[in-house]
Nanobody, 121 residues
Framework: VQLQASGGGSAQAGSSLRLSCAADGRTLSTHAIGWCRQAPGKEREFVASISRAGGTYYADSVKGRFTISRDNTKNTVYLQMNNLKYEDTAVYYC????????????????WGKGTLVTVSS
């Protein structure tokens, strides 16, 4: 499984960004995909996940602002981030595992390289 995250950049508080996680092969049909992030000086934390069946799960800190979705035809999972806050500044990583729980507890089988999101207030 290979994962390629993209879409990071600089944004002002209150604006939006969309991250993409491109997976290879049939990964989306065999694995749950999720996003985690690591802010400077802090531990990595779970952000959002989407199961093989399409069920979604979010961290409380992003619920109502972030939306995870997927396009199976493009083998891509998206993270739409609205109403960005300064505290959303972090390197965002996509992850894959056959079980959503493994992503939530930050022990997925596969990690992609991160993409940096910087939010200015």
């Amino acid at each position: 499984v290979q994962l390629q995250a993209s879409g990071g950049g600089s944004a002002q508080a209150g604006s939006s960004l969309r991250l993409s996680c491109a997976a290879d092969g049939r990964t989306l049909s065999t694995h749950a995909i999720g996003w985690c992030r690591q802010a400077p000086g802090k531990e990595r934390e779970f952000v959002a996940s989407i199961s093989r069946a399409g069920g979604t799960y979010y961290a409380d800190s992003v619920k109502g602002r972030f939306t995870i979705s997927r396009d199976n035809t493009k083998n891509t999972v998206y993270l739409q981030m609205n109403n960005l806050k300064y505290e959303d500044t972090a390197v965002y990583y996509c992850a894959a595992d056959r079980k959503v729980h493994s992503i939530v507890v930050l022990t997925p089988d596969y990690w992609g390289k991160g993409t940096l999101v910087t939010v200015s207030s």
